[in-house]
């Protein structure tokens, strides 16, 4: 499929695609190309979010280079004082650290669980995700080896198919400490986390049946 673009998506894609903001204003049109582009880390398949797609011009492809770097554990910085993109092996003190399926591969699972598998929501879909399930009543987990570098943990969590009455039980341990837990039903919104995770070295997320966790965010500060 190919689209006419502003020619500052070529120049400046980092700010057409990864920042959402354009450096120059221009009349100037090209011709690009947009293919069914899949990304793969060390085996593993990533989902870039819709608005940052890559494509194809003059032979060439171009990806989104914060999706790329945050896929490596990496951190984007854009400078707009002196048109700057600074890429670091660490987020500096005052950004948050990126998705944790990103940077964080799970050292532990119990039954199926998919790392970064679309999950949608009535006609939203996710890209950023962990989700479980099982045929059966069955507890299911993964645990992620945080080394005591964070500090806090934001996500929604959710489940498409209710096994009991009140809901699918559902626990993040720190540590083997309890710090979140609740139940998921079916036919109600992704519940909204937010919990210090200060210090916690072994991250566990459990639940029974099925249930999925939606853009889990770690932070530094």
């Not at 770097?69 to 005052?94: C, R």
């Not at 990126?98 to 964080?104: H, K, P, R, S, V």
Request: include cysteine; charged fraction near 20%; aromatic fraction near 14%.
């Amino acid at each position: 499929m190919k689209k006419r673009i502003l020619s500052h998506f070529i120049s400046m894609i980092i700010g057409g695609l990864i920042f959402g903001s354009a450096a120059f204003a221009t009349t100037n049109y090209i011709c690009v190309e947009f293919l069914p582009l899949k990304y793969f880390f060390n085996g593993l398949q990533k989902y870039p979010p819709s608005d940052q797609q890559g494509f194809i011009y003059n032979g060439r492809t171009y990806v989104p280079l914060r999706f790329m770097a945050e896929s490596l554990g990496l951190s984007v910085e854009w400078d707009e004082s002196d048109y700057s993109i600074k890429v670091n092996s660490f987020p500096s003190s005052n950004q948050l650290s990126g998705y944790l399926t990103d940077i964080i591969q799970p050292f532990d699972t119990c039954g199926i669980v998919d790392i970064n598998k679309k999950v949608t929501i009535g006609n939203d879909n996710y890209y950023k995700t962990i989700s479980a399930w099982h045929t059966s009543n069955f507890d299911l987990s993964a645990s992620f080896n945080l080394n005591g570098k964070y500090k806090r943990l934001t996500l929604l969590v959710g489940t498409k198919e209710q096994a009991y009455t009140d809901g699918n039980p559902f626990t993040i341990y720190g540590d083997e400490n309890i710090l979140w837990d609740g139940n998921l039903k079916e036919d109600e919104l992704p519940q909204e986390v937010d919990i210090d995770i200060t210090g916690v070295k072994n991250l566990k997320f459990e639940g029974t049946r099925n249930w999925f966790v939606i853009n889990p965010m770690i932070y530094f500060e």
